[in-house]
């Protein structure tokens, strides 16, 4: 069979065939190939109609067969075993120097895996993390790819020419790093898209429950919100949400069970930030917010028996919507630090070398949590590449201060309600504990030397130098290995 296509695809979902189609409107050609094969020919005879520059194949070895070299094949399946498995079944078709690329939300220590493994073969492997859904696939997508370095000059076109643009038209994607970098980056975006989908949920219970506003009235709000900082893709998607009326005209939110579930990324990212020591704890609320949310029957039964009070506002609805707006914004802050100090402490671990305003760029466009607040995240590491925390920049740390107050009688008015806001509440204390000189993990440092000798330092010696006590001068003076726990 002779060989056509510039790039293959394996995975006909409806991500990997808007992909197939956004590479074949941009001059490519493409072949394709499904495990499920009927879903090649119904492909073929559908959204691909008509285009001669498709191709479909009826087995790995037809499929491979219809690539140029060196073969670049894009896998669009589910995460975990069945990617290990598809790459497994082409590996006896291909060559040293062909390149596979996953673009799947694969946990990042598979793909540092993958790398090694293939090649060991003589085969690139290139992790791509890919946001924006389905609309992004089919018209622009924020791309992350990390792998294999010489695996990079194959797809730059490709990708580049794929993704979203941002409004200057650079393209939202470039090469992130070795190994895991790219699906790393990936899963920290998504950690970051569950704080915020938290942070804008939080603020709509509030409007609702403690103002008593409703659906339309909301979708005012966060149309006005739109237009300044807070403007974003999850923000506008609200706003549409917010007015969508069902078939008797009334909100459709309303009618939507409050019970949410997780794919796993938001998780797997806050297993990282524990492994890591970075406390991303405003992306662990959000992650435990769903789990809390799907105890629908267990809440449903608990708010007959745990009465708690009553929510009541006498003050200036408007003034608190503003207030609101701005404690909004202020706890977004905190949770794209946390998601920063989480990718420069896997990039010194991982020895990846990190760009962290292209990181910014990548998300300015096509992927969930496009805004344009990306754009000042973007502006701050172009004024210090060595910004060790996003608080730090005087943009953000402006920001912070103008909306401490609001922020701050929000997450009160909040506690005093009865009214959960875990993502806000805690946006706020890690901002105060950041800026606390020092906290009370004295005591902490001090009660487990006292039930297990685990040491601790003084503030009148060095660092690095450790002490135990006796405290109850019958425990002897024999300290425990230092150690963190």
């Known amino acids: 069979m002779s060989q056509k296509a510039d790039i293959g695809l394996v995975g006909l979902a409806v991500m990997g065939q808007n992909l197939v189609l956004n590479m074949n409107d941009k001059g490519y050609s493409v072949a394709v190939y499904n495990r499920t094969v009927s879903k090649v020919d119904d492909f073929l005879a559908d959204a691909a109609?008509?285009?001669?520059?498709?191709?479909?194949?009826?087995?790995?070895?037809?499929?491979?067969?219809?690539?140029?070299?060196?073969?670049?094949?894009?896998?669009?399946?589910?995460?975990?075993?069945?990617?290990?498995?598809?790459?497994?079944?082409?590996?006896?078709?291909?060559?040293?120097?062909?390149?596979?690329?996953?673009?799947?939300?694969?946990?990042?220590?598979?793909?540092?895996?993958r790398t090694a493994s293939l090649a060991e073969k003589g085969l690139l492997y290139i992790g791509t993390g890919v946001s924006g859904g389905e609309e992004g696939a089919r018209h622009g997508p924020s791309i992350m790819p990390g792998g294999n370095p010489k695996a990079w000059p194959l797809v730059k076109k490709i990708f580049q020419a794929i993704s979203a643009k941002t409004p200057e038209g650079e393209p939202c994607c470039d090469w992130v790093?070795?190994?895991?970098?790219?699906?790393?980056?990936?899963?920290?975006?998504?950690?970051?898209?569950?704080?915020?989908?938290?942070?804008?949920?939080?603020?709509?219970?509030?409007?609702?429950?403690?103002?008593?506003?409703?659906?339309?009235?909301?979708?005012?709000?966060?149309?006005?919100?739109?237009?300044?900082?807070?403007?974003?893709?999850?923000?506008?998607?609200?706003?549409?949400?917010?007015?969508?009326?069902?078939?008797?005209?009334?909100?459709?939110?309303?009618?939507?069970?409050?019970?949410?579930?997780?794919?796993?990324?938001?998780?797997?990212?806050?297993?990282?930030?524990?492994?890591?020591?970075?406390?991303?704890?405003?992306?662990?609320?959000a992650v435990y917010s769903r789990f809390l949310s799907a105890l629908k029957d267990e809440r449903v039964n608990a708010s007959k028996i745990l009465k708690g009070v009553k929510p009541r506002f006498e003050g200036d609805k408007d003034a608190f919507v503003e207030d609101i707006r701005k404690a909004l914004l202020a706890s977004k802050i905190v949770s794209y630090a946390q998601g920063y100090m989480l990718m420069r402490e896997a990039a010194k671990e991982h020895g990846w070398n990190l760009n962290y305003g292209g990181i910014a760029l990548m998300w300015r466009g096509g992927c969930i949590i496009r805004s344009v607040f990306l754009g000042r995240i973007k502006e701050a590491f172009d004024r210090n590449r060595k910004l060790h925390n996003l608080m730090l920049d005087d943009y953000f740390m402006k920001i912070l201060k103008k909306s401490e107050a609001s922020w701050r009688r929000v997450v009160a008015t909040a506690a005093l309600n009865g009214i959960p806001m875990p993502a806000f509440s805690t946006a706020l204390a890690f901002y105060d504990g950041y800026r606390s000189e020092r906290l009370p993990a004295n005591l902490l440092q001090a009660q487990r030397d006292y039930f297990g000798a685990h040491t601790y330092e003084r503030v009148d010696k060095p660092r690095g130098k450790f002490f135990h006590t006796n405290w109850t001068g019958t425990g002897g003076n024999v300290s425990a290995g230092v150690y963190n726990a």
């Open 49 to 113: 109609k008509g285009r001669q520059t498709i191709y479909g194949a009826k087995s790995p070895r037809e499929f491979v067969a219809l690539l140029t070299k060196p073969r670049k094949i894009m896998l669009m399946v589910k995460a975990g075993a069945a990617v290990d498995e598809f790459i497994d079944m082409l590996l006896p078709h291909l060559e040293p120097g062909d390149l596979i690329i996953d673009g799947g939300n694969s946990h990042f220590p598979d793909t540092i895996r």
């Open 177 to 285: 790093g070795e190994d895991g970098a790219g699906h790393f980056v990936k899963m920290v975006h998504n950690g970051i898209e569950y704080g915020d989908m938290q942070l804008i949920c939080e603020a709509y219970d509030m409007m609702g429950r403690l103002l008593k506003l409703k659906p339309p009235a909301m979708h005012k709000i966060f149309a006005e919100w739109n237009k300044g900082e807070l403007d974003s893709y999850l923000i506008e998607i609200t706003r549409d949400i917010l007015a969508a009326r069902d078939d008797d005209k009334k909100p459709l939110v309303d009618k939507i069970l409050d019970s949410a579930g997780q794919k796993g990324t938001g998780k797997w990212t806050v297993i990282s930030s524990m492994d890591t020591g970075v406390p991303t704890t405003l992306m662990g609320e």
